[in-house]
């Protein structure tokens, strides 16, 4: 058995926020993370669009041109931020949560540049910002069109400075737990397919979103979901996992994002006659919110004004917009239209469909990062923190540059949490004798089962049921008939057969892993979308159109697996100050 | 269109030699070599390892030898190999674990050797960040697009023959660093990759330069440190790291 003082499951941004402040606080402290991949190829590296953060180093000038603000930094505020956040949250964001992310923005924004992250700069040498949706100032602070990757790196170097111990391809399986306390995790080495016991004094889930689950996304193939697993099966609830963000401007074939900032610069979508789709949808047209413009591509389609041979997609026009332009500010289109579909968007039309972007349920926390049981008690030693946790910050929608904050700002905060708690020192405690052999046994039936089907046709089927029944647009109907479909889906993943009964680096034994959670979890997604009787934020259901009471869905899982869904009411909103 | 994949299949384990197998795949203007890889491990064989996560060039995890070059096989489409015949290889240069799955852990450590993180003798500002003019920042923003994926490292001949030596991806690392207007840790860096390990190793053969899927400058990168180091031995650093003020507009 290892023991570790804290075990961090997960090395993206908020995994490594966290294991830095415990470094920092407690420097004696024994801090190891274990991730099922290298650290530098996190998910947290693909996010593109920067992290917001009332710093006030532009704003828009009277034509609403970006200028530096000439040391004159008072006109956002986090208050603003604050503002800004609660209204796209549409009720089900906990005030108290965000203030305290929009208060904390500046100063973790701030602590990223000291430790190094190559921000892009004004030209007064400040950290460059820019507009963002939804955001009445231009608050989101980048690092190029890359600025996942530049903070992943940077703390990635903070890692290796605090000689802080990784475990890179390790798949952590399962939470061990006794007298009411988390003891640490069990996980298969997946170089050498050993499986083992860690023990630690606090274990942290930072094991990022679940995007993975649905067939077009924006999300990593390692976006699988693994925490929510983690604790669900464990017997803690999920919390509103039934909201995922969905992006207007998927492009065709890979579903990667396309800013959305292009739609503010005065690109249009054309249906397959090369008129405007949102026409017929919304008066803003282009400028409308972006779950209108999702479901409008939606309807546009089924309606069969679909562009391209199976008319099953809608073009993204950027040709009438100025090239250098384009060039300086989206290079991620040009890059991505060039590789993934050989063309050039400054000629061509581009072809596009919504795509999942962003989850925004999780495993649900208080502000200190502690994960909160069925009755919102903390579980002692056991937090969660980044994509993965639910701590009221994101209600029902998102703001762009908000989630890499939360990473940043509830890993540090967690991180401090733990620090604090360390100093009490609790010893280790028991660890449950059977844990690992549980982990064990699932492992070598899992290699060693017998059946006529392929793990990748369940997969490939899941994926394709999540997506026609929790798309941007969810009918009662079709969510119960999926329901289910994922019922029979987890018979067949009990007919499949593994070819690879090796030990050394079984990928098809991991992806099977990640495949066996996410049948279980995705039941709890469609469930919270059938307990959700209403629209509000990102989601929508064709029979509730307005919103209802603002509450939360907390769904676990019953002892024969099926899903349960209560509902707690979410923290009212403070009265609007002028 | 269908095309034949060819891959080495081993495993360090059991295997001395690598032997060849051969899939042949249906693909689309879109399919990506990446693509082909999942379809085989999820329809055909589901033995076959490779590594894979972000699917869009950012993480660095599927760095391979494809048709001869070093690339990524997530942005990299079949079509464009104009060829029917697709051959995918481990990178060259790393010890293989199994299949196209090779090791890691020396091509870290050899990161980590660069002090892969900012350090400073000044102090952190009491207020706000530290100021960078535009131009300093552009010092470093190429060296800063590195995602490790190994591309480069794999390409170098020196790094073949010679497996001590540093390498581009981690010379490269070092040189974001020195390059950099916030760090005083020059001479530190310089001593580290001014060895016979280090840039003196470099022939200046460009390969690494030109497999990189982002287009870091790796060569340039070696070459500048090169000039560094001879000027900080004359004495003259101080006039290649000058920090350049914001242009206060
Ligand atoms: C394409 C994209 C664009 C985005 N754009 C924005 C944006 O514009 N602004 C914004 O603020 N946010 C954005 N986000 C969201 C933001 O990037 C994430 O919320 C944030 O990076 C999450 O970080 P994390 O540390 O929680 O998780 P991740 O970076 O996802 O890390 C998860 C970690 O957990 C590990 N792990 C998972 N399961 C296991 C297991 N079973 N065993 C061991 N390890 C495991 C993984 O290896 C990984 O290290 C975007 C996300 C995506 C995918
Ligand atoms: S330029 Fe130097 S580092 Fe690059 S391939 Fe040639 S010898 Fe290797
Ligand atoms: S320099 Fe380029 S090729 Fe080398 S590791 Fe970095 S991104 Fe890959
Ligand atoms: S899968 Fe991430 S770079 Fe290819």
Redesign the interface.
């Known amino acids: 058995m290892i023991q570790h003082d804290v075990l961090i499951v997960g090395s993206g941004i908020a995994g490594m926020r966290c294991a830095l402040e415990i470094k920092r606080q407690q420097p004696t402290a024994d801090v190891a993370l274990v991730t099922k991949?290298?650290p530098?190829?996190?998910?947290s590296?693909?996010e593109r669009e920067g992290i917001a953060a009332a710093?006030g180093n532009v704003r828009f000038d009277e034509t609403g041109a970006l200028v530096?603000s000439?040391g004159d930094r008072t006109f956002d505020s986090p208050a603003q931020h604050a503002a800004d956040t609660l209204k796209y949250a549409e009720g089900l964001a906990d005030p108290a949560a965000v203030q305290l992310l929009c208060e904390q923005a500046p100063k973790a924004?701030?602590e990223l540049?000291?430790?190094?992250t190559?921000?892009?700069?004004?030209?007064?040498?400040?950290?460059a910002q820019r507009a963002g949706w939804g955001h009445t100032q231009p608050r989101v602070a980048y690092?190029?069109d890359?600025t996942g990757?530049?903070i992943t790196?940077?703390l990635?170097?903070?890692l290796?400075?605090f000689g802080i111990k990784v475990y890179?391809e390790w798949y952590v399986l399962s939470l061990a737990h006794s007298a009411n306390r988390a003891q640490g995790v069990v996980a298969l080495d997946i170089?050498s397919g050993e499986t083992v016991a860690f023990q630690a004094k606090a274990t942290v889930l930072a094991t990022g979103s679940y995007g993975r689950i649905f067939g077009r996304t924006n999300d990593?193939?390692?976006s699988t979901g693994d925490g929510l697993a983690l604790a669900y099966r464990a017997g803690l609830p999920l919390q509103d996992v039934e909201l995922v963000q969905f992006h207007p401007l998927g492009l065709?074939?890979?579903g990667?994002v396309i800013s959305e900032r292009i739609l503010l610069d005065g690109a249009h979508l054309l249906n397959g006659k090369r008129e405007r789709v949102l026409k017929r949808y919304a008066k803003e047209l282009e400028l409308a919110p972006l779950a209108v413009i999702s479901a409008a591509i939606e309807h546009a389609i089924a309606a069969g004004d679909g562009a391209g041979e199976h008319k099953d997609h809608v073009w993204l026009d950027v040709r009438h917009l100025p090239a250098n332009h384009l060039r300086e500010h989206y290079p991620h289109l040009l890059?991505?239209a060039a590789?993934?579909?050989?063309i050039n968007p400054l000629e061509q039309l581009v072809p596009v469909l919504p795509t999942a972007a962003a989850t925004l349920g999780g495993i649900p926390t208080n502000l200190d990062g502690a994960v909160l049981d069925a009755q919102q008690q903390p579980v002692a030693g056991l937090y969660a923190v980044g994509a993965c946790a639910s701590n009221g910050v994101n209600g029902a929608n998102l703001l762009p540059g908000n989630a890499l904050l939360s990473a940043v700002v509830f890993g540090r905060r967690t991180g401090a949490a733990i620090a604090a708690q360390l100093k009490a020192a609790p010893a280790h405690g028991d660890f449950p004798a059977d844990a690992l052999q549980q982990a064990l046994a699932e492992v070598e039936a899992l290699l060693h089962q017998q059946g006529d089907m392929?793990?990748?046709?369940v997969?490939?089927r899941l994926l394709a049921t999540m997506s026609a029944a929790c798309g941007p647009l969810r009918q009662s109907e079709l969510l119960t008939q999926h329901l289910g479909s994922l019922h029979e889906l987890r018979a067949e993943f009990n007919r499949i057969a593994?070819?690879?009964k090796?030990h050394?680096?079984?990928?098809?034994l991991v992806?099977a892993l990640e495949l066996s959670r996410m049948l279980d979890w995705g039941e709890a997604i469609i469930a919270g979308a059938l307990a959700r009787e209403e629209s509000r934020g990102v989601h929508s259901r064709s029979e509730y159109a307005a919103p209802s009471t603002a509450q939360h869905t907390l769904t676990t899982r019953q002892t024969d697996g099926t899903p349960q869904v209560s509902h707690v009411a979410a923290p009212d909103m403070p009265a609007v100050q002028a | 269109m269908n095309v034949r994949i060819r891959v080495p299949r081993f495993n360090a384990e059991t295997d001395a030699t690598p032997k060849f197998q051969e899939y042949t795949v249906t693909v689309t203007p879109q399919t990506t070599v990446l693509d082909a890889l999942n379809s085989i491990r999820s329809e055909q064989d589901g033995t076959l390892a490779f590594r894979r996560s972000c699917r869009s060039g950012m993480c660095g995890s599927c760095g391979m030898l494809i048709n001869g070059r070093n690339r990524l096989a997530c942005n990299t489409r079949v079509v464009d190999l104009n060829n029917h015949e697709v051959s995918v290889n481990p990178l060259p240069g790393f010890p293989v674990i199994r299949d196209l799955v090779v090791d890691w852990d020396p091509f870290f450590a050899k990161d980590a050797v660069m002090l892969p993180y900012l350090v400073t003798d000044q102090p952190v500002p009491a207020e706000g960040e530290r100021l960078q003019s535009r131009y300093d920042y552009e010092r470093i923003d190429n060296a800063a697009r590195c995602i490790q994926c190994g591309c480069c490292s794999s390409a170098c001949p020196v790094q073949w023959s010679n497996g001590d030596y540093y390498g581009p991806a981690a010379l490269t690392r070092a040189y974001r660093f020195v390059e950099d207007s916030r760090d005083t840790a020059v001479r530190a860096r310089l001593d580290i990759v001014g060895t016979e390990t280090g840039v003196w190793r470099c022939h200046t053969i460009f390969n690494c330069t030109s497999d990189c899927p982002k287009g870091v400058l790796n060569t340039e990168n070696i070459q500048a440190l090169k000039r560094k180091i001879m000027l900080t031995r004359l004495g003259l650093g101080s006039i290649a790291v000058k920090v350049h003020a914001p242009e206060l507009a």
Request: a negative charge; glycine letters at 8%.
């Open positions: 991949l290298y530098t190829r996190a998910p590296v693909i710093l530096p000439r924004v701030y540049e000291h430790m190094g190559p921000f892009s700069r004004t030209a007064e040498g400040r950290i690092a190029a890359r990757h530049a790196h940077t990635y170097g903070e290796i400075r890179p170089r990593t193939q390692s065709y074939s890979t990667f890059e991505y590789d993934y579909l050989g392929r793990a990748g046709a997969r490939e593994l070819d690879d090796g050394v680096y079984n990928a098809e992806e």
